[in-house]
Structure formats: structure tokens, C-alpha cells
């Protein structure tokens, strides 16, 4: 299920010919992910971004057509029986365990962890910056501080596929910034798959190498991250980040989402 030849230790994701729908919302998906990349889903709001995230991880099943992770059909298996993690834009953690218990259930949800799993545990915190922080509660930490807990579970459960749901949508620039050069070097580290959506232009440039573009529950555009930010980038994408760009600065704000 894992692909080694290029180095990278991701697992290949596909949709194939899913189905979906919530009520009137009906959205159909086909899309094949190379193990090991990283991916950025952007689209209006409503298009189905975090919809297609969900079916992948299990949160939502298809009306029809299968979910690959490898070569694993997973499209009727629970969330934690998926070889994945997946990350949101908060509520990540447990607002009654402390930090180093939030992350150790990532190598074990009953927290039975052995030497090896606290060692574990205390190099991811380390390696995120957190290391000196592992005994205070969520609510005691910053916003960047509870996400870097939540990649800091990523490592320590080590699966082949990470799913990011707008994850550093609520921090400020230069924090988001913080935060994805720690996924680009968590991937470069692990060489997992990547998908995150996001509506930020700057952050899929910052690490996407594919962009995977949705509209109303379709994907309309795929390809290199650069040839959508060129002049011959899909045209529905340029008039979505024309758009985006219009009501950021009539809102008088830069980066931040509206
Ligand atoms: N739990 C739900 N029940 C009913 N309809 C839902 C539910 N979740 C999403 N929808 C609908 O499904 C469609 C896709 O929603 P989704 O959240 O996937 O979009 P999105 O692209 O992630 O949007 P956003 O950028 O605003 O987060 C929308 O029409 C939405 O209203």
C-alpha cells in the first residue's frame, strides 16, 4: 500500500467515480492523487472541498464508487481503521487530556503507551516546539500552539496519508506561515501523501505542487500549482482568485479569510 520507489513513504489516494450528496447538494468525484505529493483543494465556499476530504477519511460514505488509499478500497470502512490523519481548523484535541496525552493518543486511544511510544511522544513535541509544554491543557495554549499538538499527533501516528482541513485558517500571517513550512518539513521528513484544502492562493503556492480546483461539487480544474498561478491557468480559477483578491481588499485586510 505504501510506495518506496521514489523515496517517499505516501500512499497513492483515488476517488473512483464517487458519489455524494447532502439533500439538494449532489457531488460527484474522480481524482487520483500520486503517493507522496502534495496537494492544495481550493474552490468557493460550498463547492465541496471539505466533503471530499470527509469521504476520505471516512466521515462520509459514497452513494456510490469506491475510496482508494493504496490499493485498499476503504470507501465502507470506519475513520480509525484508515491509514490516515486529518487535522481541522480547531477542535483537534481534548479540552480534558494535556498535551503530551492528546498526542500519545495518536499510537494508542486507550493512552497504554509504551517506553518507545513516550519517547515518541516527547520527540514530536520537540520537534513541533513544544517540548516544556506537554503537561498544560488546551485551553492553556495559543491557537498555533494547539495545532502544532495536532501535528504533533501526526507524526507519532505516522500514516501514510495527511488530510488538512483549513487547518491555519484562524492564524494570523505570519503564524500560517510558521505552520506550513512545519508541514513542508514534516513531509519532506515522512514523505506522506498530502491534502489540504485551503482558500488562501499564497498557501497552495507555498507548498502544493498539484491544485486540485472544485465548483460546485465537481472538480473543474487539476493540475501543477504554477500553471494555475500563470497566464494560461484555468480561467475559472482566475476569476475565482480575482474574486478572492476583490473581496479581500474591499474588506481593507490582506491574507486573512473572509
Ligand atoms: N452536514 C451537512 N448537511 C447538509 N448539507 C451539508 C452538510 N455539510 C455540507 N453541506 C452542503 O454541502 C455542500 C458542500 O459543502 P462543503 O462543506 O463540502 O463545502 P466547502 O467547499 O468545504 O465550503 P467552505 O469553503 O465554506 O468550507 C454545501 O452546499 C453545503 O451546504
Given at each position: 500500500m505504501?510506495d518506496?520507489?521514489?523515496g ?19 457531488m460527484a ?10 496537494t492544495?483543494?481550493?474552490g ?8 471530499l ?22 470507501a465502507?470502512?470506519p ?9 481541522f ?52 495554549l495559543s ?31 505570519a ?84
Amino acid at each position: 500500500m505504501t510506495d518506496t520507489s521514489n523515496g517517499r513513504t505516501g500512499a497513492a489516494v483515488r476517488l473512483d467515480g464517487v458519489t455524494f450528496s447532502y439533500g439538494e447538494a449532489s457531488m460527484a468525484f474522480d481524482l487520483t492523487v500520486e503517493a507522496g505529493s502534495i496537494t492544495a483543494i481550493m474552490g468557493p465556499s460550498g463547492s465541496g472541498k471539505s466533503t471530499l476530504l470527509n469521504l476520505v477519511a471516512g466521515f462520509e460514505t459514497p452513494k456510490s464508487g469506491r475510496v482508494l488509499i493504496g490499493d485498499r478500497d476503504v470507501a465502507h470502512e470506519p475513520p480509525a481503521a484508515r491509514p490516515l490523519s486529518m487535522v481541522f481548523q480547531e477542535n483537534n484535541l481534548f479540552a480534558h487530556l494535556d498535551v503530551a496525552q492528546n498526542v500519545g493518543l495518536g499510537r494508542s486511544p486507550a493512552l497504554r503507551l509504551t517506553p518507545s511510544d513516550r519517547t515518541a511522544v516527547s520527540e514530536a513535541l520537540v520537534r513541533t516546539g513544544l517540548g516544556g509544554k506537554e503537561h498544560r491543557l488546551p485551553r492553556e495554549l495559543s491557537g498555533g500552539e494547539r495545532q502544532r499538538v495536532a501535528l504533533a499527533r501526526v507524526l507519532v501516528r505516522d500514516r501514510p496519508v495527511l488530510l488538512l482541513d483549513e487547518p491555519f485558517a484562524s492564524l494570523g500571517p505570519a503564524l500560517r506561515e510558521d505552520m506550513l513550512g512545519l508541514v513542508a518539513d514534516l513531509h519532506a521528513e515522512r514523505g506522506m501523501t498530502v491534502l489540504f484544502v485551503t482558500h488562501q492562493p499564497e498557501d497552495a503556492r507555498r507548498i502544493g505542487e498539484t491544485m486540485v480546483f472544485l465548483e460546485d461539487g465537481k472538480i473543474t480544474a487539476i493540475g501543477e500549482v504554477s500553471k494555475f498561478f500563470g497566464k494560461h491557468g484555468p480561467e475559472a480559477f482566475r476569476r475565482y482568485i480575482g474574486s478572492v483578491a476583490g473581496s479581500l481588499q474591499s474588506h481593507g485586510i490582506a491574507r486573512k479569510r473572509t
